[in-house]
């Protein structure tokens, strides 16, 4: 008995060493300066709960344990070194929904553990049986919404709004199904076979949440996926007696949260809108476009006004992932600040599909962290900037949010671009964004656009700057 105390307190230790670690690792990870020791230290946090939970757990055979954890490292070293950092919200979304499911499954496992596989009944109280349901309910939504946002990411499936008819009809009613297998949950403790359905249940309204949402709301979706795993996570420790996984499944909800909050103050919109606004289903008909007229400029034009420049703001968006084009912005970068003009960059809080999706793009071509400026410093910056590149950004940029009442993106802080003395636009075409609108930035006076794929753009534009351009 005193053994087992002992064994239980320094498991406890562990957890409480590893609950320090991940509120450290959290705090690092505010900064893009120390997010990579931030990661670092809650990956250490995480190895320590593992390694006192396997040590001091009463685990009967580690057989099995060993074969998953051999098998799970081999999928997750392999996902992790072959995905490009432009899909690094693939990558995300994917090991998020992954979480959800494992923490249905065990939930699902324990449960029928201790119901009784046999017709034995342990003593199943029904707050045990509510939580159980509960767990499996947020992480089935979690892993099918997931894979879902992962599909559109990826563009296996249309980026744009999938709407049924009735959509939400059917979203409700599966709610309903959902909160009635609860109830019977709590009247009928005993009732492990009601976990199977409620998983199916919670799948299908995952798919069904996920595929009415836009692709430019990705990066919330992610944050609000990531939090239910958060709480699934929670809600599995509390059905093992486990603190360490009440508190990492805790700062995971809660982190999801308050990034969930964050990205909708930056777009201006509430939750309820992202979820059930289907932003970005009306789109612009191209007749609408071909009336206006644009400024079409070549890349030789571009060469002539950046070298003339003293302070160049580049706007990345998702167009500069897409194109994988880091790399050559980082190199005209160099080029630039070898003839003497100052280059920065402006990030915009929802660039890309998941937050910081820019930031990690230009970290690995070598961008120094002070040259990404937030959207505050950026706008401040491009009052006084002779030019601003854009590269793929689209809603980001568009003046609609400051000057249309009657646009879906209204009042969304946006990068004011327009505001310095000439804009550079380098886009595949006019099609508008995920919102689903047309940009009036692109029709300005001001505004050079040049077609074409960004990668082959810049590349072309630093062979000009070599002098290896065409002659």
Same mark, same amino acid.
């Given at each position: ?11 406890? &230790? ?11 690792? $959290?705090?690092?990870? #505010? ?16 190895? &320590? ?11 009967? +055979? ?13 999928? /997750? ?6 995905? *490009? ?40 109280? *029904? ?14 939504? +979690? ?28 979203? &409700? ?11 019977? $949950? ?56 486990? #603190?360490?996984?009440?508190? +990492? ?21 509430? $939750?309820?809108?992202?979820?059930? /606004? ?28 950046? =070298? /003339?420049? +003293? ?40 660039? /890309? ?29 491009? =009052? ?72 082959? #753009? ?14």
């Amino acid at each position: 008995m005193l053994a087992e105390t002992a064994s239980h307190e320094i498991v406890n &230790l562990f957890y409480l060493i590893t609950a320090v670690l991940f509120i450290v690792g $959290l705090k690092a990870l #505010t900064s893009p300066r120390t997010a990579r020791r931030g990661n670092a230290i809650a990956a250490a946090g995480m190895l &320590l709960a593992v390694v006192g939970t396997l040590a001091w757990s009463g685990v009967v +055979s580690y057989t099995w344990i060993v074969i998953g954890l051999a098998i799970g490292a081999a999928i /997750g070293s392999a996902i992790a070194l072959l995905t *490009p950092m432009t899909s690094a919200p693939q990558m995300v979304s994917f090991f998020n929904g992954s979480g959800g499911l494992a923490a249905a499954m065990v939930a699902i496992a324990h449960s029928f553990l201790m119901m009784g596989e046999t017709g034995q009944r342990v003593a199943v109280t *029904p707050s045990y049986a509510v939580i159980a349901g509960l767990t499996v309910l947020i992480g089935g939504v +979690s892993f099918a919404g997931s894979m879902v946002a992962v599909a559109k990411l990826q563009e296996w499936i249309k980026g744009r709004p999938i709407v049924l008819r009735n959509h939400h009809l059917i979203n &409700l009613g599966l709610l309903a199904a959902a909160m009635a297998i609860l109830v019977l $949950l709590g009247i009928f403790p005993h009732g492990r076979w009601m976990l199977v359905p409620l998983m199916v249940l919670a799948g299908v309204a995952g798919v069904m949440v996920v595929l009415c949402i836009g692709g430019a709301d990705m990066p919330v979706v992610i944050a609000v996926l990531n939090s239910c795993t958060g709480l699934a996570a929670a809600a599995t420790g509390f059905l093992l007696g486990n #603190t360490g996984l009440i508190v +990492s499944g805790a700062l995971v909800g809660a982190s999801g949260a308050v990034l969930t909050h964050l990205m909708c103050k930056a777009m201006n919109r509430p $939750l309820s809108n992202v979820f059930f /606004g289907q932003f970005g289903s009306a789109v612009l008909a191209p007749a609408a476009q071909a009336r206006r007229n644009v400024h079409r400029y070549t890349v030789q034009d571009a060469q002539i006004v950046l =070298e /003339g420049a +003293s302070l160049v703001i580049i706007v990345p968006g998702y167009g500069l992932a897409v194109a994988q084009a880091q790399h050559a912005c980082r190199e005209l970068e160099t080029l630039l600040e070898a003839r003497g003009v100052s280059v920065k960059y402006a990030i915009h809080p929802v660039a /890309g599909r998941m937050p910081g999706h820019m930031n990690v793009l230009l970290a690995e071509a070598g961008v120094p962290y002070e040259k990404l400026l937030d959207l505050e410093q950026s706008n401040a910056e491009l =009052e006084h900037a002779d030019v601003a590149l854009i590269l793929g950004a689209n809603d980001v940029v568009n003046p609609a949010a400051r000057n249309d009442p009657h646009s879906p993106i209204y009042g969304m802080p946006i990068l004011n671009v327009d505001s310095a003395r000439t804009v550079i636009v380098s886009k595949r075409s006019l099609a508008p964004g995920f919102a689903g609108i047309d940009n009036e930035l692109f029709y300005a006076d001001r505004t050079m656009m040049i077609f074409g794929d960004a990668k082959a #753009t810049l590349a072309e534009l630093v062979a000009a700057m070599k002098g290896e351009g065409k002659g």
